[in-house]
């Protein structure tokens, strides 16, 4: 029963049917396309009718066009950029080669024009007095023209630079290994910025940046490096420097002189302004920098020329290292800038203002933004920094425990004896701190007060005496041998720290003058090139 029962046919998809009843012929075909498909594949080709074929695909002739002007225009703009950078070389190596060939012939025609001035003395001390002159020339005096050199270079100093060039500051793509968002904060800071530029008469002191930090009453106010309004020859503040504003579209404003504090090196300048200026304020936090917790500390530093869409941008790192120069709240960063750059914001990568950059050849020394925050906090309370002046040159050990950052005295002052050389501090009134920085901040924050008690108290106009002692206990840790103890000094204070204690050297311009019968005709600015 079981075999002559009938059964239902079972289904068969019809591409197996086709399959199975396919012909020798069909199958040889079938093979041969294979065969034929493959050598394509191994000869770098792809079919026609391939969905991974995107040359194959028709172009129409609108979007060729398109893509040819692209074409012609993308060169266009490489070959302008090619001759700019030429003409700039160009321009730079005549400006060189100008220096050059003054600073030849200066020590000859300076010895003509000894040699010319020793025979007028002669012939003056002998009475000569043209008496005897009958060719009409009687009375007429010649041109004498004469060289000086200020800051005159020593021997073997390099070559003379234009003084104004512009440096390396970062590149078109400085910021491309780095996300959206970090290029997004640059832009929107780079709103808040200004270039800067200060002249007394005719002479041009100094360029620099600036940021835009609060907009009130019709007023922007820009804070910047003191070098703006600093005499080029002397520590001392330019007697009503002429400033221009340039903003980011290039339109020029004009500035004044707020506030100014050469400790800090850091100036305020307020620019009248009918229009609303965008501003950006200084972050006031303080862990960014303690190097002993685990973040990271990429940076990018801002600067602008006084001319439109000028943007200078240079991203770098923190460095656990002190700057070279005499204030001892600064920090460094890796980022290469011009002198453009001074007085320039800090950025971090979450777009926090965490400094403002100064100008060294080898690093970047900023001031922390914590410590312009509270500089800008006195001017607006007293017109003026306040901070006690303890006596002591502090200086950061960031070599020392990682699990704690102290400090370490440099220099014991004469009326200090009880600190001593190699001690160690890491807290004031009961205050701890990690670095130079923080310090400075909380002496900011201690010496504020101290000014605002004295003003309740109707005290003297004297800025340089307080009317009470102030005292400051040390939190100390001594090593005298294979000894270490841990003590609290005190340190009385009566005195403010003053402005003009720090110094913040930037390169002497060499100064080639041109004189004609005494009188200046020409003034040439340069640097070296070491």
Same mark, same amino acid.
């Given at each position: 029963m079981a075999d002559t029962e009938d059964h239902e046919p079972s289904f068969v998809p019809q591409p197996l049917l086709d399959a199975v009843d396919a012909s020798p012929q069909r199958r040889e075909t079938h093979a041969d396309s294979t065969i034929e498909s493959s050598s394509s594949y191994l000869c770098g080709q792809v079919p026609k009718s391939s969905r991974y074929n995107l040359r194959g695909r028709d172009i129409d002739l609108a979007t060729q066009s398109r893509r040819e002007e692209h074409k012609i225009e993308r060169e266009k703009c490489i070959e302008t950029k090619r001759l700019r950078k030429e003409q700039k070389m160009r321009e730079d190596r005549e400006c060189v080669d100008r220096a050059l060939r003054a600073r030849a012939i200066l020590d000859a025609q300076s010895k003509a024009w000894k040699e010319e001035q020793r025979k007028l003395r002669?012939?003056?001390?002998?009475?000569?007095?043209?008496?005897?002159?009958?060719?009409?020339?009687?009375?007429?005096?010649?041109?004498?023209?004469?060289?000086?050199?200020?800051?005159?270079?020593?021997k073997g100093s390099?070559?003379?630079?234009?003084?104004?060039?512009?440096?390396?500051?970062?590149?078109?793509?400085?910021?491309?290994?780095?996300?959206?968002?970090?290029?997004?904060?640059?832009?929107?800071?780079? +709103?808040?910025?200004?270039?800067?530029?200060?002249?007394?008469?005719?002479?041009?002191?100094?360029?620099?940046s600036g940021t835009i930090v609060e907009y009130v009453d019709d007023t922007g106010y820009v804070v910047t490096s003191a070098s703006l309004v600093r005499c080029p020859d002397k520590d001392e503040q330019v007697d009503k420097p002429k400033i221009n504003v340039w903003l980011a579209s290039g339109q020029k404003l004009e500035g004044f002189v707020s506030n100014v504090d050469f400790y800090y090196n850091i100036c305020v300048i307020k620019v009248p302004c009918t229009f609303h200026l965008p501003s950006k304020s200084f972050s006031p936090n303080t862990g960014f920098f303690n190097f002993y917790e685990n973040h990271t500390r990429d940076v990018v530093a801002l600067g602008r020329s006084c001319e439109p869409c000028s943007l200078k941008v240079a991203s770098g790192k923190l460095i656990p290292r002190r700057s070279r120069f005499d204030c001892e709240e600064l920090m460094v960063s890796s980022c290469e800038i011009s002198k453009r750059g001074v007085g320039g914001p800090l950025m971090d990568f979450d777009g926090n203002v965490t400094g403002m950059n100064f100008y060294d050849k080898k690093e970047t020394p900023f001031l922390p933004s914590f410590i312009v925050?509270?500089?800008?906090?006195?001017?607006?309370?007293?017109?003026?920094?306040? +901070?006690?002046?303890?006596?002591? +040159?502090?200086?950061?050990?960031?070599?020392?425990?990682?699990?704690?950052?102290?400090?370490?005295?440099?220099?014991?002052?004469?009326?200090?004896?009880?600190?001593?050389?190699?001690?160690?501090?890491?807290?004031?009134?009961?205050?701890?701190?990690?670095?130079?920085?923080?310090?400075?901040?909380?002496?900011?924050?201690?010496?504020?007060?101290?000014?605002?008690d004295r003003q309740k108290l109707n005290p003297s106009d004297d800025f340089n005496q307080t009317a009470a002692v102030m005292s400051l206990k040390f939190h100390v840790r001594t090593y005298r041998g294979d000894k270490s103890e841990v003590t609290t000094q005190k340190i009385d204070v009566n005195k403010f720290t003053p402005s003009r204690l720090n110094r913040w050297p930037l390169p002497k311009p060499i100064i080639l003058r041109q004189y004609a019968n005494g009188k200046l005709i020409d003034e040439e600015w340069y640097t070296t090139g070491v």
């Amino acid at each position: 029963m079981a075999d002559t029962e009938d059964h239902e046919p079972s289904f068969v998809p019809q591409p197996l049917l086709d399959a199975v009843d396919a012909s020798p012929q069909r199958r040889e075909t079938h093979a041969d396309s294979t065969i034929e498909s493959s050598s394509s594949y191994l000869c770098g080709q792809v079919p026609k009718s391939s969905r991974y074929n995107l040359r194959g695909r028709d172009i129409d002739l609108a979007t060729q066009s398109r893509r040819e002007e692209h074409k012609i225009e993308r060169e266009k703009c490489i070959e302008t950029k090619r001759l700019r950078k030429e003409q700039k070389m160009r321009e730079d190596r005549e400006c060189v080669d100008r220096a050059l060939r003054a600073r030849a012939i200066l020590d000859a025609q300076s010895k003509a024009w000894k040699e010319e001035q020793r025979k007028l003395r002669l012939s003056k001390q002998a009475g000569d007095n043209n008496d005897g002159d009958f060719s009409g020339n009687k009375g007429k005096k010649e041109t004498v023209h004469t060289w000086e050199i200020v800051n005159k270079p020593s021997k073997g100093s390099g070559e003379w630079l234009p003084y104004e060039s512009d440096d390396e500051f970062g590149t078109e793509f400085e910021l491309k290994h780095t996300s959206w968002e970090v290029e997004k904060f640059t832009l929107e800071l780079a +709103r808040c910025m200004v270039g800067l530029e200060s002249f007394t008469g005719d002479t041009k002191i100094f360029s620099c940046s600036g940021t835009i930090v609060e907009y009130v009453d019709d007023t922007g106010y820009v804070v910047t490096s003191a070098s703006l309004v600093r005499c080029p020859d002397k520590d001392e503040q330019v007697d009503k420097p002429k400033i221009n504003v340039w903003l980011a579209s290039g339109q020029k404003l004009e500035g004044f002189v707020s506030n100014v504090d050469f400790y800090y090196n850091i100036c305020v300048i307020k620019v009248p302004c009918t229009f609303h200026l965008p501003s950006k304020s200084f972050s006031p936090n303080t862990g960014f920098f303690n190097f002993y917790e685990n973040h990271t500390r990429d940076v990018v530093a801002l600067g602008r020329s006084c001319e439109p869409c000028s943007l200078k941008v240079a991203s770098g790192k923190l460095i656990p290292r002190r700057s070279r120069f005499d204030c001892e709240e600064l920090m460094v960063s890796s980022c290469e800038i011009s002198k453009r750059g001074v007085g320039g914001p800090l950025m971090d990568f979450d777009g926090n203002v965490t400094g403002m950059n100064f100008y060294d050849k080898k690093e970047t020394p900023f001031l922390p933004s914590f410590i312009v925050l509270k500089c800008l906090q006195h001017f607006d309370i007293f017109g003026k920094v306040i +901070r006690p002046l303890h006596g002591l +040159r502090v200086k950061t050990l960031y070599e020392a425990n990682l699990s704690l950052l102290e400090k370490k005295v440099e220099e014991p002052s004469a009326e200090l004896s009880e600190i001593k050389v190699g001690d160690i501090i890491t807290h004031v009134d009961g205050v701890p701190f990690s670095n130079a920085a923080e310090l400075g901040g909380i002496l900011l924050d201690m010496g504020g007060k101290l000014w605002l008690d004295r003003q309740k108290l109707n005290p003297s106009d004297d800025f340089n005496q307080t009317a009470a002692v102030m005292s400051l206990k040390f939190h100390v840790r001594t090593y005298r041998g294979d000894k270490s103890e841990v003590t609290t000094q005190k340190i009385d204070v009566n005195k403010f720290t003053p402005s003009r204690l720090n110094r913040w050297p930037l390169p002497k311009p060499i100064i080639l003058r041109q004189y004609a019968n005494g009188k200046l005709i020409d003034e040439e600015w340069y640097t070296t090139g070491v």
